[in-house]
């Protein structure tokens, strides 16, 4: 495992999710069609998580698939259909531009050493994630029976909160991944480990992308 090698397949990754996610933005899918999509994206991640040499394969597959994911649910919230008074355009360019900036502010300051995450730190970020992610799967099994979550998800104090704490919680996971890369070259991992390197910066840049998009619409929505 080198730091160019989990870079450039960093990017690759990146830049096949991007050009999935255009080429699917003049499409519009049914719901049915992207919740199957999600679930293989789930289904996929399991995979490549549990089994890292599968990385080399999977992880440009799942690209494509999060990328029709991501613009779907982009359109759902640019049409206004997630929260009522949210939507337009300007929504996801700016979760775009505040997701880019936000990777580029920790990426700095990482490369700078100015912070460093300990083996708590580390731990305690992978059960929270861990939580998260059960919590967020059951929110979509529920949501496919019409079960919502109104205090997580509404517009006042407590979802507003809740939608911040995802994003700092987002970017505390890609502080992560930047160590691991560093640690995984430092300590001579596998080659394949550059891919699931990749996979999983591309996996917390969606995650950080989705939570700044539903914290805008939520804004908005509160505003209007």
């Not at 494509?64 to 009522?84: H, N, Q, R």
């Amino acid at each position: 495992m080198t730091l160019p090698g989990a870079v450039r397949k960093t990017a690759l990754s990146l830049l096949v999710l991007s050009l999935s996610a255009a080429f699917a933005w003049g499409m519009t899918l049914p719901s049915p069609a992207v919740w199957l999509l999600m679930f293989a994206c789930i289904g996929l991640s399991l995979v490549i998580t549990f089994k890292p040499t599968a990385a080399t394969y999977l992880t440009l597959p799942y690209a494509v698939l999060e990328g029709f994911v991501v613009s779907s649910i982009s359109k759902w919230y640019v049409s206004g259909l997630v929260y009522a008074g949210a939507g337009g355009p300007g929504l996801v360019w700016t979760a775009l531009g505040l997701t880019v900036a936000i990777f580029a502010a920790l990426l700095l300051i990482y490369a700078t050493g100015v912070i460093k995450p300990s083996a708590n730190f580390k731990l305690a970020l992978v059960a929270a994630t861990a939580g998260v992610s059960l919590f967020y799967i059951a929110t979509m099994l529920l949501g496919i029976f019409g079960v919502q979550m109104p205090l997580v998800f509404s517009t006042g104090t407590f979802g507003l909160g809740f939608s911040l704490l995802m994003v700092v919680l987002a970017s505390a996971c890609l502080v992560a991944d930047f160590d691991f890369v560093e640690e995984g070259v430092k300590n001579g991992l596998p080659k394949h480990m550059e891919w699931f390197a990749a996979f999983g910066l591309m996996v917390t840049v969606v995650w950080l992308y989705l939570e700044i998009l539903r914290l805008l619409a939520k804004l908005q929505s509160r505003r209007n």
